[in-house]
Structures are given as structure tokens and as C-alpha cells.
């Protein structure tokens, strides 16, 4: 008969690693401060733009798509809409039956009525189960309707709002991706396997490990290497990356890809942006190759997953939609709208709708964070000024706002934006400069605390660790004019990750070394399911546990965290 390593129970005290393991070594940790004791006063709740809002009389033609207009039904009208058939006719626009509606359907020759889930049903067999919850929401009523490309389309706005039928009439408002200020390749260099992560530009990974180089501050970084110490990624953690389609087959983003990919699959174009922001997020670390990704992993493919969601291609409600149906924890995007102080309304319901229906198994809710956007200006640029989006401004290597970014009162954090290099189109690698590359920081930052605190935490929880542990070191280095205009501080992803308590994982092996994958551990009088051997928020204090599994010898033991 087997039987479990005599040196089960062996300690060894450890003051900076937070993850506590315990097998043939044990490690007891210093406990840091609990989540559960962080308070959730400052979770985005009245402190900006709430309400959406399309002023007609301002909205510039420049800033909508022509030829097309988002219409959203009422739910009085909901049964007479299910049983209508859009229907072409000899003319060329669509006849309803509904004589209120042909009537604009003829004056602005209206040829196509899409139905915004349509898209999300195609290629979503999760969502499907979610109909019912899809309905609750009213987004079975909305609805692109396709014009005549020369019809006025305010005037078309106007006349559809007017029918008692319909509840909000908006335009196709442009996205305007926050495009690099800068961008240029970088020349391929030899490994450097001297130090991990091994990936062969680490050292000029300002952002990740600041040591000064390039006439940069030391420390003026995201902290991360004493937060990989804790965390490194988790592959059930699912981010969206809301961008430009990612190059998914890229060398140094294929292993940490999602199974599927995304809504467009393996038919999803690679564009530059996307791939640049989702390395960042968790290009695969400690691979030997090209860049680190701040949730990349531990170098087994073992980051967090990236789901890529095309927005030029694939709506973006229907893309908030998809995500979470699909278990997004993260909501990933660098982008804004082109028309200053306009909010529609199709826009903050799939905000919403993440937020409440996002997360998976990881997080209590979706977590969505946009950049602020480069126009070195404080305004209110939507979707970030929204209350339900975390807004990340940029700085440099110097701890200085970069010279573009945006600022206010209204934004919740600061992270590296300047000279960030990352993965790129084709198959290649760029350092860029922007918003768009400080908010997939924070985005990876906060998949990290996820990762750390799995199926642990709300996403207001997850908001106040991330802006309450940020250093506001960085307003002594900046122009008193800003102060109080770049968030609560400097994304600092140690301290959020030592905020959580630590955790306790158990690794079981026989007496030959070989793991055991079904054990039952029974840990301060709590068992867990066979084969799951971790235990989190654990408080100071020394515990029992008992290891069994049928054929093999019991073992019993103590652990001391400290």
C-alpha cells in the first residue's frame, strides 16, 4: 500500500510570499488585511455621469454612422412586435402592416430592421440559455434600422420618438479608438534567461519592473514583480478585450488565448490595437519569448484567458452581452465616443448589463474599465465619465501624467502609458504610447487580484482594492494643477493583491513524488470537495488539517499562518 510523504506537515515561515503551500514543505505567511474588512464607500456610485443622454441639437453629423439609426420598442407594443414580418416590398422599404410605422419606413426608405441579439444568438450557445434574462432586460426590443444613407438621420430620430411604440430612438454614435500618440517596432533581442520572468524584453518592461533605465525613476511602475510573488494569473479568469480583433494565433498570446476565442472565432481579423492592449493583459510570461503580459502566468500557458471581441465588426452592446454570458470577469476597452457629452442609451445598457450579469464563477458581477482617452483634456468623455466604468489615465517613466492623457476629478486611477511594449500585428512586437495602453494595467491588475481571490469577491470590492490601494505618491511628482485629476493614485498591483488574505493550497503527493489529484482536505474543520486543495482568506492563526484518500494512510497536521 502507498502511502503520503512523511514530510507533509514540515514548515517553513515565509514573511513575503503570500500564497501558503503546504505538501512535503508548508510555508506559514504574515497575514496582510483582509478584503472582507475593505469598504465599498467609493464603488463608482454618484460621482459622475450617470444618466445617458444624446443631445440632438449639439450632436454633430460627423459623429454618427449615416444610414442608420438604434431604435428600442416599448414593451406595450412587445407582443404586436414579435409578430410582425419585416418584409421588402416592391418599393423598397419595409412594410409592417403598422401604417404609423410604414409611414417613416416609406419617408426614409428604411429597408432593414435587425434585431441587436440576433448577432449574439449566431454565435453564442451560452447565451441562448439566457434568453429569458435577456428579455428582463428589453433587449429583444432593440433594434438597428437601416435608412436611405442620405436621410436626415436627427430628423428621422425625431419622427420615430414621436410613435407611442417606441421608447428611445438614438444614432449609431462613432467609436473612436484612443490611438497611440506613438508607436514604433522594437528589434528583436536574445533571450535572457538570467532571471524570471525569462521573456527576452523583459528589461525594458519600464511599466512592470522600473529601474531607471532609459533615464526613467526607479519604481515608477505597476509594481507588479512583488505582486507576482502572490499571483501570476489563473486560467479560469476570462478578460474581454473590447478592441480591435487580437491576432489569436500570435506566438505570445495563442497559449493564454480563450477556447473560443471569441463571437467571431477564428474568423476574427488581427488588427494592431487589440493585440497590443490583450499582450499586455497577459501576453504568456516566462515563455522565452518576446514580452510579458502583466497576468500572463507562470510560463505553462497558465495566464489569465483573453477573449477577443472585434467592436469595429460586432456591436458593442451585443459584445457586452456575449462576454458575459460567456463568463467574462474583465471588460477591457480603450475607446470613447467622438461626440463630447453624449451617452446613448444602447451603450450604457450593455455596460450595465455586464456589470450585473459578469464575473462567472470568478467575480460577483463585471468589471468594466475604458481609458480616459489623449487629449490632455478634463471633459466629459463618455463611456469613461460613466459611473459604471473605471476610468484609467496614463503616466510615464517618470511618474508624470503622460502629456496626453485626460484627467479629472472624475477618474479613478493612473497607470503606465508611455513607451508600453507589447504584442503586435504580424506575429511581431511594438512599444506604443496612450490611454489604450495604461487601462489593459488596470485591467490586468485587476485579473490578477480575481485571479488571487477567485470566486471571492463583488466587483465593488474589486473597485474599492484596486483605487484604495494605489499609491498617491504619484501627485509629488506632478504639477499641483492636477492634483486630485489623476484618480486616487498610482496602480500599485502588490498592495492590491496584499489586501486580500492569504491562501492556503495543500500540494499531495505519494511517497514516490507522484501528485494525487483526488485526495479529500479537510482544512480548520472545513472540507473541501475531492481534489480541490485550496483554501482562501485565511486569517493568522494555526490550523489542523486531515488529508485521506481510500488506499492511502490518513495523514494529520497543523499550519501556521502568521
Request: charged share 25%; aromatic share 10%.
Amino acid at each position: 500500500m502507498k502511502k503520503f510523504t512523511k514530510l507533509i506537515s514540515a514548515l517553513i515561515i515565509c514573511t513575503v510570499v503570500l500564497s501558503l503551500t503546504t505538501g512535503i514543505y508548508g510555508q506559514s505567511v504574515e497575514v496582510q488585511e483582509s478584503y472582507n474588512n475593505v469598504s465599498s464607500s467609493d464603488n463608482g456610485e454618484d460621482r459622475r455621469g450617470a444618466s445617458p443622454t444624446v443631445d440632438l441639437k449639439t450632436v454633430h453629423e460627423d459623429s454618427y454612422h449615416p444610414g442608420e439609426i438604434r431604435v428600442r420598442f416599448n414593451r406595450d407594443f412587445e407582443e404586436t412586435l414579435e409578430n410582425i414580418i419585416f418584409e421588402v416590398i416592391d418599393n423598397g422599404y419595409i412594410s409592417t402592416g403598422i401604417s404609423k410605422l410604414d409611414n417613416l419606413n416609406e419617408a426614409y426608405k428604411v429597408h432593414e430592421y435587425i434585431p441587436m441579439l440576433a448577432s449574439v444568438y449566431e454565435v453564442s450557445e451560452a447565451s441562448l440559455q439566457y434568453k429569458e434574462r435577456h428579455r428582463e432586460w428589453g433587449f429583444h426590443l432593440w433594434y438597428k434600422v437601416k435608412l436611405d444613407n442620405n436621410a436626415d438621420i436627427i430628423e428621422a430620430i425625431l419622427d420615430f420618438e414621436k410613435l407611442e411604440e417606441v421608447k428611445f430612438a438614438e444614432p449609431a454614435l462613432i467609436k473612436e479608438t484612443c490611438k497611440p500618440v506613438e508607436s514604433h517596432p522594437v528589434e528583436k533581442r536574445g533571450d535572457n534567461s538570467g532571471w524570471t520572468p525569462n521573456d527576452p524584453w523583459y528589461d525594458q518592461h519600464w511599466h512592470f519592473n522600473n529601474t531607471g533605465q532609459q533615464g526613467g525613476m526607479e519604481g515608477m511602475d505597476c509594481n507588479a514583480e512583488l505582486g507576482w510573488a502572490i499571483e501570476t494569473g489563473n486560467e479560469d479568469v476570462i478578460v474581454a478585450i473590447m478592441d480591435s480583433g487580437m491576432e489569436f494565433t500570435h506566438e505570445d498570446l495563442e497559449g493564454n488565448m480563450w477556447e473560443d476565442i471569441g463571437p467571431q472565432g477564428t474568423g476574427t481579423s488581427p488588427g494592431s490595437h487589440g493585440t497590443h492592449v490583450g499582450g499586455t493583459v497577459a501576453a504568456v510570461s516566462n515563455n522565452d519569448i518576446g514580452v510579458t503580459g502583466l497576468a500572463g502566468g507562470s510560463g505553462d500557458n497558465d495566464g489569465v484567458r483573453l477573449m477577443t471581441i472585434d467592436r469595429n465588426s460586432y456591436g458593442f452592446q451585443e459584445g457586452c452581452i456575449y462576454a458575459a454570458d460567456n463568463g467574462a470577469a474583465i471588460n477591457q476597452n480603450s475607446w470613447g465616443f467622438t461626440s463630447p457629452g453624449n451617452f446613448p442609451q444602447w451603450a450604457k445598457d450593455g455596460i450595465d448589463y455586464f456589470n450585473e450579469h459578469g464575473g462567472g464563477t470568478a467575480l460577483d458581477g463585471g468589471f468594466t474599465v475604458f481609458s480616459t482617452g489623449n487629449s490632455n483634456a478634463n471633459f466629459e468623455r463618455y463611456p469613461a465619465y460613466y459611473e459604471g466604468t473605471f476610468a484609467v489615465n496614463a503616466h510615464d517613466r517618470h511618474g508624470q501624467k503622460s502629456s496626453f492623457s485626460n484627467y479629472g476629478e472624475w477618474t479613478d486611477i493612473i497607470a503606465p502609458g508611455t513607451d508600453v511594449i507589447s504584442t503586435e500585428v504580424p506575429n511581431t512586437y511594438s512599444s506604443k504610447s496612450g490611454t489604450s495602453m495604461s487601462a489593459p494595467h488596470a485591467s490586468g491588475g485587476a485579473a490578477l487580484v480575481v485571479s488571487h481571490a477567485y470566486g471571492e469577491l463583488t466587483r465593488e470590492e474589486l473597485w474599492d482594492i484596486l483605487k484604495e490601494s494605489a499609491n498617491d505618491d504619484i501627485y509629488e511628482y506632478n504639477d499641483p494643477y492636477y492634483e486630485g485629476k489623476l484618480g486616487s493614485g498610482r496602480l500599485d498591483v502588490y498592495a492590491a493583491l496584499s489586501m486580500l488574505g492569504p491562501k492556503v493550497t495543500f500540494e499531495i503527493e505519494d511517497e514516490e513524488g507522484t501528485p494525487i489529484d483526488s485526495a479529500t482536505v479537510t482544512f480548520d474543520g472545513e472540507t473541501n470537495e475531492p481534489g480541490d486543495y485550496v483554501f482562501t482568506n485565511v486569517e493568522e492563526g494555526t490550523y489542523d488539517y486531515i488529508v485521506e484518500k481510500e488506499g492511502y494512510f490518513t495523514v494529520e497536521g497543523e499550519v501556521t499562518v502568521e
